[in-house]
């Protein structure tokens, strides 16, 4: 199929909020993937033309039947859907996600035009279509006489302004999408009225095989964080399992675990015991896998919070392989097992010079909860584990071989565990000696022999791939440009490039800003350093005159200190988008004070002064400081927050250490320097953030796959 040729049939059903909900998609969807074409299929579902049965008695699958079938004939390629309509289970062979377009999640009691609640009669007639929304206006309105309503939107509004009703019950999200606000009468608060999953939210459906469609999911999910809690005691849960339980959405967690490990996630997160003791429990390990999967499609961060470390006799693999099945990404952080506690921790070593070279570890139950044999023949079929092994790979292989295992037996070395340039390199026991270049011998490697070195994790259906970021942002930065990375399935690599440091020459001029009428603001160093300034020298933020920033992003950081800004530019950030703004809120007679690095020039206070006529005194409050490197790191992509970062970059090892990276810009200033220095294909965000920077990748890189699938054959 060529180019020109492909076209994706987007289904939705007919109704006008079905279809501007089905736009707004295509629109988002043109915007990642432009060269092909998207057309909208509308398609009938019983409650399309079922107008009889009443909602609270109908089947799940009222609204979606029709558009599933269309979808596994391959009559269309997608579909959307409101989210709260799609049925539990999904049909065999349907995939989906929630999309981020997300609208009012409360309900909205409507009522006639130009009447409010007062004026309801003792005993309205209301129409509800839910049991949640019948019982809801059971206990507001005893007296009610409560009537099934059908139709779309505009059919209901018709039969409540035409007097059949009273008052209707409705998503306040399908009013604000149609363009009705006015029509809200009432948001109904949720401790009133529990919203349902879903509403508000947009779903996409496709056929569980569509690879490009998954592919296109990956930017709406997240990766799954499996994470060990550690043996007992929360001290023992690594900081990376930590930082996952605090930025989580949802947690799915086992008994045995200290109770405090979750006082780390946020009170907005869903926290959910799924344990097991000694085969009781609470949730089967089919429910268990069916609830993570569910999560991650709603584009949740799920957390899977397993005792001890979560690879060790943690049924891991039953709940990854699940993932993998579905195109769902996930990642694996190590833990601490309850072996470590037992051994390590009470002086029991494993291994003891001279005493232990190593040791065997299994577990006497199987699978059924019957006891599996643990005599010596079980033990010599277990897979075994070589520590500083690979300077001797051909000893260990000769003697296993000679020993009697078989030569075809897998083998695998693993350089770097755990670290961004780790290494797998697998081939038969026979050959792995030869397979492992000679440079790589000197480097920790750890061989493994058996069935476990055939297998390994899919790293392939999340946006980034499981890409390494290198990202040179400042200290400031990097946790939400780590997150950011995480978020879509990267490998971040921390490289901060500068520091910023106080001038005392600057900070002589702070105490003038009360007499200013302006402060000018331009990037978010800038924003914090002022504040550690001002805290430092004990000046009150409060007595801050009008602030001017230069974008959303700096906005935000600002914002961050609890002070919020007086002007932001409507479009676009940096200086120019500033003096614009500058043009439209100062005058002649101004007192501005513009704080800056020593590297940002005093361009934008001398434009100010020029061509606005106000007293301006520009400020050098901090100078960068270029940190010292002798190599640049292993990774696929440089991520860039400022021009002075580049021209560390350039001064640590040459602008030609970028050719065969990806790189990535914050905004137009960064990537202008880049091209100064020679490197013309650079990303760049449309919002100066880390956060906007790191999406506007993982958009390019789906994109740029999309765009190879289509432009050959679907």
């Given at each position: 199929?060529?180019?020109?040729?492909?076209?994706?049939?987007?289904?939705?059903?007919?109704?006008?909020?079905?279809?501007?909900?089905?736009?707004?998609?295509?629109?988002?969807?043109?915007?990642?993937?432009?060269?092909?074409?998207?057309?909208?299929?509308?398609?009938?579902?019983?409650?399309?033309?079922?107008?009889?049965?009443?909602?609270?008695?109908?089947?799940?699958?009222?609204?979606?039947?029709?558009?599933?079938?269309?979808?596994?004939?391959?009559?269309?390629?997608?579909?959307?859907?409101?989210?709260?309509?799609?049925?539990?289970?999904?049909?065999?062979?349907?995939?989906?996600?929630?999309?981020?377009l997300?609208?009012?999640?409360?309900?909205?009691?409507?009522?006639?035009?130009?009447?409010?609640?007062?004026?309801?009669?003792?005993?309205?007639r209301?129409?509800?279509?839910?049991?949640?929304?019948?019982?809801?206006?059971v206990?507001?309105?005893?007296?009610?006489?409560?009537?099934?309503?059908?139709?779309?939107?505009?059919?209901?509004?018709?039969?409540?302004?035409?007097?059949?009703?009273?008052?209707?019950?409705?998503?306040?999200?399908?009013?604000?999408?149609?363009?009705?606000?006015?029509?809200?009468?009432?948001?109904?608060?949720?401790?009133?009225?529990?919203?349902?999953?879903?509403?508000?939210?947009?779903?996409?459906?496709?056929?569980?095989?569509?690879?490009?469609?998954?592919?296109?999911?990956?930017?709406?999910?997240?990766?799954?964080?499996?994470?060990?809690?550690?043996?007992?005691?929360?001290?023992f849960?690594?900081?990376?399992?930590?930082?996952?339980?605090?930025?989580?959405?949802?947690?799915?967690?086992?008994?045995?675990?200290d109770?405090?490990?979750?006082?780390?996630?946020?009170?907005?997160?869903?926290?959910?015991?799924?344990?097991?003791?000694?085969?009781?429990?609470?949730?089967?390990q089919?429910?268990?896998?069916?609830?993570?999967?569910?999560?991650?499609?709603?584009?949740?961060?799920?957390?899977?919070?397993?005792?001890?470390?979560?690879?060790?006799?943690?049924?891991?693999?039953?709940?990854?392989?699940?993932?993998?099945?579905?195109?769902?990404?996930?990642?694996?952080?190590?833990g601490?097992?309850?072996?470590?506690?037992?051994?390590?921790?009470t002086?029991?070593?494993?291994?003891?010079?001279?005493?232990?070279?190593?040791?065997?570890a299994?577990?006497?139950r199987?699978?059924?909860?019957?006891?599996?044999?643990?005599?010596?023949?079980?033990?010599?079929?277990?897979?075994?584990?070589?520590?500083?092994?690979?300077?001797?790979?051909?000893?260990?292989s000769?003697?296993?071989?000679?020993?009697?295992?078989?030569?075809?037996?897998?083998?695998?070395?693993?350089?770097?565990?755990?670290?961004?340039?780790?290494?797998?390199?697998?081939e038969?026991?026979?050959?792995?000696?030869?397979?492992?270049?000679?440079?790589?011998?000197?480097?920790?490697?750890?061989?493994?022999v058996?069935e476990?070195?055939?297998?390994?994790?899919?790293?392939?259906?999340?946006?980034?791939?499981?890409?390494?970021?290198?990202?040179?942002?400042?200290?400031?930065?990097?946790?939400?440009?780590?997150?950011?990375?995480?978020?879509?399935?990267?490998?971040?690599?921390?490289?901060?490039?500068?520091?910023?440091?106080?001038?005392?020459?600057?900070?002589?001029?702070?105490?003038?800003?009360?007499?200013?009428?302006?402060?000018?603001?331009?990037?978010?160093?800038?924003?914090?350093?002022?504040?550690?300034?001002?805290?430092?020298?004990?000046?009150?933020?409060?007595?801050?005159?009008?602030?001017?920033?230069?974008?959303?992003?700096?906005?935000?950081?600002?914002?961050?200190?609890?002070?919020?800004?007086?002007?932001?530019?409507?479009?676009?950030?940096?200086?120019?988008?500033?003096?614009?703004?500058?043009?439209?809120?100062?005058?002649?007679?101004?007192?501005?004070?513009?704080?800056?690095?020593?590297?940002?020039?005093?361009?934008?206070?001398?434009?100010?002064r020029?061509?606005?006529?106000?007293?301006?005194?520009?400020?050098?409050?901090?100078?960068?400081?270029?940190?010292?490197?002798?190599?640049?790191?292993?990774?696929?992509?440089?991520?860039?927050?400022?021009?002075?970062?580049?021209?560390?970059?350039?001064?640590?090892?040459?602008?030609?250490?970028?050719?065969?990276?990806?790189?990535?810009?914050?905004?137009?200033?960064?990537?202008?320097?880049?091209?100064?220095?020679?490197?013309?294909?650079?990303?760049?965000?449309?919002?100066?953030?880390?956060?906007?920077?790191?999406?506007?990748?993982?958009?390019?890189?789906?994109?740029?796959?999309?765009?190879?699938?289509?432009?050959?054959?679907?």
């Open positions: 199929m060529t180019k020109s040729s492909t076209v994706f049939r987007v289904g939705t059903r007919p109704s006008e909020l079905a279809r501007i909900q089905t736009a707004q998609v295509v629109n988002e969807f043109k915007r990642l993937v432009p060269h092909v074409r998207w057309e909208i299929e509308p398609v009938c579902s019983p409650g399309d033309r079922d107008r009889e049965t009443d909602l609270r008695a109908s089947p799940q699958d009222f609204f979606t039947r029709d558009l599933d079938e269309a979808l596994l004939a391959g009559r269309i390629d997608c579909a959307v859907h409101s989210a709260k309509d799609l049925p539990d289970p999904m049909p065999e062979g349907v995939e989906w996600c929630w999309l981020p997300a609208a009012e999640p409360r309900d909205a009691m409507v009522l006639p035009k130009g009447k409010d609640v007062a004026q309801l009669p003792e005993n309205p209301i129409g509800v279509s839910s049991e949640r929304r019948e019982a809801w206006a206990r507001c309105f005893p007296g009610a006489r409560l009537d099934a309503i059908r139709g779309n939107i505009e059919e209901r509004l018709n039969q409540l302004d035409n007097g059949a009703y009273d008052a209707i019950v409705m998503a306040a999200a399908a009013l604000y999408r149609l363009g009705y606000p006015h029509r809200v009468t009432q948001l109904i608060p949720e401790n009133e009225l529990e919203v349902p999953p879903g509403q508000g939210r947009l779903a996409l459906t496709f056929a569980s095989d569509d690879a490009t469609f998954l592919r296109l999911r990956s930017l709406y999910v997240k990766p799954v964080m499996f994470t060990g809690a550690g043996p007992g005691d929360s001290g849960c690594t900081q990376a399992g930590v930082q996952a339980l605090r930025y989580c959405d949802t947690v799915l967690h086992d008994s045995l675990l109770p405090a490990l979750l006082q780390e996630v946020p009170q907005s997160a869903e926290v959910v015991d799924v344990g097991k003791r000694c085969g009781n429990a609470a949730f089967r089919a429910e268990i896998t069916r609830m993570i999967g569910e999560e991650a499609r709603r584009g949740r961060r799920v957390v899977r919070l397993k005792g001890g470390d979560p690879g060790i006799f943690g049924r891991l693999a039953e709940e990854t392989e699940r993932l993998e099945k579905c195109g769902l990404p996930f990642r694996v952080m190590p601490v097992s309850s072996l470590n506690a037992a051994t390590s921790g002086g029991m070593l494993l291994t003891r010079r001279g005493v232990s070279r190593g040791f065997t299994m577990t006497p199987q699978k059924g909860g019957g006891i599996a044999p643990v005599n010596g023949k079980a033990r010599s079929e277990l897979p075994v584990a070589f520590l500083m092994s690979a300077k001797v790979l051909d000893e260990i000769r003697q296993l071989l000679d020993d009697g295992m078989a030569r075809s037996t897998p083998a695998a070395v693993v350089f770097n565990a755990g670290m961004p340039g780790e290494q797998i390199y697998r038969s026991l026979e050959q792995i000696a030869e397979a492992i270049p000679v440079e790589q011998v000197d480097q920790p490697g750890i061989f493994l058996g476990l070195a055939r297998r390994t994790f899919c790293r392939e259906n999340g946006a980034l791939q499981n890409r390494r970021i290198c990202l040179t942002c400042s200290e400031a930065l990097q946790m939400r440009a780590r997150r950011t990375v995480l978020d879509y399935d990267g490998i971040p690599i921390g490289h901060c490039l500068i520091d910023t440091v106080i001038r005392e020459e600057g900070l002589a001029y702070l105490g003038g800003l009360k007499s200013c009428d302006w402060l000018v603001v331009t990037s978010p160093s800038a924003v914090r350093c002022l504040m550690n300034a001002l805290s430092e020298a004990g000046e009150d933020v409060r007595a801050l005159p009008k602030i001017l920033v230069s974008g959303t992003g700096t906005q935000r950081e600002l914002e961050k200190y609890g002070v919020f800004p007086d002007a932001v530019p409507e479009e676009g950030f940096g200086g120019d988008a500033a003096l614009e703004k500058a043009r439209s809120v100062m005058c002649a007679d101004s007192h501005v004070m513009r704080i800056r690095s020593d590297r940002a020039g005093p361009r934008l206070a001398e434009d100010i020029k061509q606005l006529g106000a007293a301006v005194t520009d400020v050098t409050l901090y100078r960068t400081a270029i940190r010292e490197y002798e190599t640049p790191p292993n990774c696929e992509a440089v991520f860039f927050a400022s021009s002075s970062a580049v021209e560390a970059w350039r001064e640590n090892y040459g602008m030609n250490r970028l050719h065969d990276k990806d790189v990535i810009a914050i905004g137009a200033p960064t990537a202008r320097t880049l091209k100064q220095e020679g490197v013309d294909a650079v990303i760049v965000a449309e919002e100066a953030t880390a956060g906007d920077a790191i999406r506007t990748y993982a958009e390019h890189l789906v994109s740029a796959n999309l765009y190879a699938k289509t432009t050959t054959s679907r």
